[in-house]
């Protein structure tokens, strides 16, 4: 991949893991802060509960997006951007564009759906 595709990706990146971070850091300051809240009647307490959960899942989709973007940063330190984790060939430039944190190209992508291929650590 050309040196100046690879700096717009890797700038889209950093801006994207930097937006997740605090995104992450935003959603634990209100799960902390639902604590807080002293529920009164059964209502609140499942309200609060409620809402606890729904903070913690979305929390854990972030940390997991960022993790996936920290992941493609470091395949852009090693030289791997743009390769197939799995089989080594090229990602789709478009499939790149859309999704720049992808680890697998189309072909591996629906192996991975549908049960058929192997997940590597990366």
């Known amino acids: 991949m050309e040196k100046k595709k690879l ?26 802060t639902v604590d807080e809240d002293s529920a009164q009647d059964i209502a609140d307490r499942a309200a609060s509960s409620y809402t606890k959960e729904f903070l913690f899942h979305q929390s854990n989709n972030d940390r997991q997006l960022l993790q996936m973007v920290e992941n493609a940063l470091s395949r852009i330190r090693e030289g791997t951007f743009g ?5 080594g060939k090229e990602i789709n430039p478009k499939r790149l564009e859309a ?4 680890r697998h190209c189309i072909e591996c992508q629906e192996k991975a759906e549908q049960g058929r291929l192997e997940e590597a650590s990366r």
């Open 7 to 32: 700096d717009t990706f890797k700038k889209r990146l950093e801006t994207r893991q930097q937006e997740l971070r605090r995104m992450v850091s935003r959603t634990e300051q209100d799960g902390r």
């Open 83 to 87: 390769e197939c984790i799995s089989c």
């Open 99 to 102: 999704v720049p944190w992808t």
